[in-house]
């Protein structure tokens, strides 16, 4: 049958840096609501394309930390 799901993953940037020989990738976490047992509808948003600095410029809201610290 199907899974349960994903509560995170791994994106990659690819050809960043101002110049042609200076570009670079990084793999990079993130966090999302693809779960058939969570619902996080703050992590449910897609299609946003920013730069990485933007990109790890946001932590994850307080209610989802709140609650995965106290599923530990």
Excluded at 18 to 27: T, V
Excluded at 46 to 67: G, H, K
């Amino acid at each position: 049958g199907d899974g349960r799901g994903i509560t995170w993953g791994l994106c990659h940037f690819r050809n960043l840096g101002a110049a042609e020989r200076k570009s670079h990738s990084i793999l990079a976490r993130f966090d999302c609501d693809l779960s058939r047992d969570v619902n996080e509808p703050a992590l449910k948003e897609s299609d946003t394309f920013v730069s990485p600095d933007v990109y790890f410029a946001f932590p994850l809201p307080e209610a989802v930390r709140r609650r995965r610290a106290g599923a530990k």
